[in-house]
């Protein structure tokens, strides 16, 4: 095989193996830096190999092999560290010949890799910001240039957060592990939130002249993907089918100028259909496993939403339904805001403006742009001029993100001259 | 390894129980001690007199200065601690989280340092 070829496998494995090579060397060797340092040096390492053998069978057995033998190498050079080669030497390397190759794949051990590593990751005693890095930077391999741009943050505090949390899971000694099944609700709701996280930030901005940064939302329908092939838990499969289906109307939610449009102005021959049906038939999936939980009713209220072919048809009834649901498991002021708007639409604006103001007056959400841009709208829908241009006003006041703040000032202008 | 879990509470709420809620409150941290020294989890333990008793040292440049109570002002206080030996952080968690004022207050735990 030529050299060029040669490389271009090796990137291709990169690409589609490295992170998962990574998860296995960093149980093996017991130690992210360690493992990011043997991970190189196995991949220098087939460069040079592979060009003269030719690419072997199970490349990712290779890789793992040669990366733990690397790494045993290295802290031989650095004595300092006899009783870690020991007791790494005297581990049995699992995958040295043809037979144990075959194992590799059939490795429950390995199988799991992935999962310890996203679980490590999302840990609840890390910090809730180096969460997220971590696992950009881990599961998904991310450069930290790369997610410090995407979060509008120095690549210079984002290593530093990563620095940080890679500490704590040393120095306090998180366990490298999928959690026990007692465990599981707790831990899975937070590995969920922070993939949620990762979509939103990529899917609304929260501050900056963009309304989306596609590239956040594509990588955490990607975690959300992998996450659903480990662990089909209802709630992961309820998560990517809220992502996909909100993900679905990207190209309608802003004008080619870069202005946000609203759902009920949006072309829905711009929705993306395969996606949709995707999307619907894991709402389904996930609500048949009589574990519905938040992600899943959201993921319902959108589907609803995307089955609706013109704003006016939607069905209001089934929305404001599955909101109640959504209020039991999660009374929230912001499930409550969303429930207020579903009912306006479902019994008029004067009912949801009760609603909101009820919101309102018990003095939640007071500095939520959205409760204000809603109420607005709704006194709008009512013709109550005066009180909608002030309630505009005051959620301009709070709104950060450019897009947002030029609709709001858009509203505003038409209810003057209207 | 060896993890501190440092036991915070309210001083004032356990100060307004109960004799008999009191008695509970303490029976459960007996049940509690005697099943972690079951499990292996157990080094020591020990709970402290209310923060009133405390008084806080500082040398600066060889004068000594001492002051009543601890400097900071919090709902909950430093009540008592576990030493525990732990597989890892979250066998420490397992194991902080039953401690009978995890209800009541919270525990912060933290691994200990080891010189080498």
Same mark, same amino acid.
């Not at chain 2, 390894?1 to 941290?29: N, Q, R, S, T």
């Given at each position: 095989m030529s050299d060029a070829l040669v490389r271009e496998r090796i990137e291709a494995i990169y690409r589609s193996d490295s992170r998962r090579v990574l998860a296995t060397l960093i149980r093996l060797l017991g130690d992210f830096d360690r493992a990011e340092e043997a991970l190189h040096d196995a991949f220098a390492a087939a460069l040079d190999a592979w060009a003269r053998e030719g690419v072997p069978d199970n490349p990712r057995a290779w890789l793992v092999s040669t990366g733990r033998f690397k790494a045993i190498d290295r802290l031989r050079r650095t004595a300092r560290f006899d009783a870690v080669v020991d007791a790494l030497a005297t581990q049995v390397d699992p995958f040295v010949s043809p037979e144990s190759e075959a194992r590799f794949e059939e490795d429950d051990e390995v199988a799991d890799d992935r999962l310890r590593l996203i679980f490590t990751c999302c840990h609840p005693a890390l910090n809730a910001d180096a969460r997220i890095a971590l696992t950009l930077r881990e599961v998904c391999g991310l450069e930290t240039e790369e997610i410090g741009k995407a979060f509008l943050t120095s690549a210079t505090t984002l290593a530093q957060r990563i620095v940080r949390a890679k500490n704590k899971i040393r120095d306090a000694r998180i366990p490298y592990q999928v959690p026990a099944r007692h465990e599981l609700p707790d831990r899975l709701a937070t590995v969920l939130h922070v993939v949620y996280l990762v979509f939103n930030e990529g899917y609304?901005?929260?501050?900056?002249?963009?309304?989306?940064?596609a590239d956040l939302s594509a990588e955490a329908i990607r975690l959300g993907r992998l996450l659903v092939d480990l662990l089909p838990e209802p709630e992961a499969i309820g998560l990517l089918a809220l992502m996909l289906l909100h993900d679905a109307r990207r190209q309608a939610r802003t004008s080619p100028d870069g202005e946000l449009i609203l759902l009920d102005a949006q $072309?829905?021959?711009?929705?993306?259909r395969a996606q949709i049906d995707e999307g619907r038939a894991l709402v389904e999936r996930a609500l048949s496993s009589r574990q519905v939980g938040p992600y899943s009713l959201q993921a319902a209220i959108a589907a609803v939403h995307a089955e609706a072919p013109d704003a006016a048809s939607t069905d209001w009834r089934q929305i404001v339904g599955l909101y109640d649901v959504l209020m039991r498991l999660e009374p929230t002021p912001v499930v409550e805001l969303n429930r207020a708007v579903a009912v306006a639409m479902r019994d008029g604006a004067a009912a949801g403006l009760a609603l909101v103001d009820a919101i309102l007056d018990r003095?939640?959400?007071? $500095?939520?742009?959205l409760a204000h841009s809603a109420r607005a709208d709704l006194l709008r829908r009512l013709s109550r001029k005066a009180d909608a241009i002030a309630a505009y006003e005051r959620a301009l006041k709070l709104a950060t993100q450019e897009p947002e703040r030029r609709f709001i000032e858009r509203r505003i202008s038409e209810l003057r001259r209207a | 390894m060896k993890y501190l879990c440092l036991i915070y509470d309210d001083e004032k709420v356990l100060g307004k129980m109960a004799k008999a809620e009191l008695d509970a409150f303490m029976g459960e941290y007996f049940a509690f001690t005697e099943g972690i020294k079951k499990s292996g989890h157990y080094i020591s333990g020990e709970a402290l007199k209310p923060v009133h008793t405390a008084t806080t040292v500082r040398s600066r440049g060889g004068k000594v200065s001492t002051t009543d109570g601890p400097f900071a002002e919090t709902k909950e206080q430093l009540g008592g601690f576990y030493l525990i030996d732990a597989k890892d952080l979250n066998d420490a968690i397992q194991v902080a989280s039953k401690i009978p004022s995890a209800k009541t207050g919270s525990v912060e735990v933290r691994p200990l340092e080891v010189f080498s």
């Amino acid at each position: 095989m030529s050299d060029a070829l040669v490389r271009e496998r090796i990137e291709a494995i990169y690409r589609s193996d490295s992170r998962r090579v990574l998860a296995t060397l960093i149980r093996l060797l017991g130690d992210f830096d360690r493992a990011e340092e043997a991970l190189h040096d196995a991949f220098a390492a087939a460069l040079d190999a592979w060009a003269r053998e030719g690419v072997p069978d199970n490349p990712r057995a290779w890789l793992v092999s040669t990366g733990r033998f690397k790494a045993i190498d290295r802290l031989r050079r650095t004595a300092r560290f006899d009783a870690v080669v020991d007791a790494l030497a005297t581990q049995v390397d699992p995958f040295v010949s043809p037979e144990s190759e075959a194992r590799f794949e059939e490795d429950d051990e390995v199988a799991d890799d992935r999962l310890r590593l996203i679980f490590t990751c999302c840990h609840p005693a890390l910090n809730a910001d180096a969460r997220i890095a971590l696992t950009l930077r881990e599961v998904c391999g991310l450069e930290t240039e790369e997610i410090g741009k995407a979060f509008l943050t120095s690549a210079t505090t984002l290593a530093q957060r990563i620095v940080r949390a890679k500490n704590k899971i040393r120095d306090a000694r998180i366990p490298y592990q999928v959690p026990a099944r007692h465990e599981l609700p707790d831990r899975l709701a937070t590995v969920l939130h922070v993939v949620y996280l990762v979509f939103n930030e990529g899917y609304s901005a929260s501050t900056g002249d963009a309304v989306t940064r596609a590239d956040l939302s594509a990588e955490a329908i990607r975690l959300g993907r992998l996450l659903v092939d480990l662990l089909p838990e209802p709630e992961a499969i309820g998560l990517l089918a809220l992502m996909l289906l909100h993900d679905a109307r990207r190209q309608a939610r802003t004008s080619p100028d870069g202005e946000l449009i609203l759902l009920d102005a949006q $072309d829905r021959a711009l929705w993306n259909r395969a996606q949709i049906d995707e999307g619907r038939a894991l709402v389904e999936r996930a609500l048949s496993s009589r574990q519905v939980g938040p992600y899943s009713l959201q993921a319902a209220i959108a589907a609803v939403h995307a089955e609706a072919p013109d704003a006016a048809s939607t069905d209001w009834r089934q929305i404001v339904g599955l909101y109640d649901v959504l209020m039991r498991l999660e009374p929230t002021p912001v499930v409550e805001l969303n429930r207020a708007v579903a009912v306006a639409m479902r019994d008029g604006a004067a009912a949801g403006l009760a609603l909101v103001d009820a919101i309102l007056d018990r003095g939640d959400l007071g $500095d939520y742009h959205l409760a204000h841009s809603a109420r607005a709208d709704l006194l709008r829908r009512l013709s109550r001029k005066a009180d909608a241009i002030a309630a505009y006003e005051r959620a301009l006041k709070l709104a950060t993100q450019e897009p947002e703040r030029r609709f709001i000032e858009r509203r505003i202008s038409e209810l003057r001259r209207a | 390894m060896k993890y501190l879990c440092l036991i915070y509470d309210d001083e004032k709420v356990l100060g307004k129980m109960a004799k008999a809620e009191l008695d509970a409150f303490m029976g459960e941290y007996f049940a509690f001690t005697e099943g972690i020294k079951k499990s292996g989890h157990y080094i020591s333990g020990e709970a402290l007199k209310p923060v009133h008793t405390a008084t806080t040292v500082r040398s600066r440049g060889g004068k000594v200065s001492t002051t009543d109570g601890p400097f900071a002002e919090t709902k909950e206080q430093l009540g008592g601690f576990y030493l525990i030996d732990a597989k890892d952080l979250n066998d420490a968690i397992q194991v902080a989280s039953k401690i009978p004022s995890a209800k009541t207050g919270s525990v912060e735990v933290r691994p200990l340092e080891v010189f080498s």
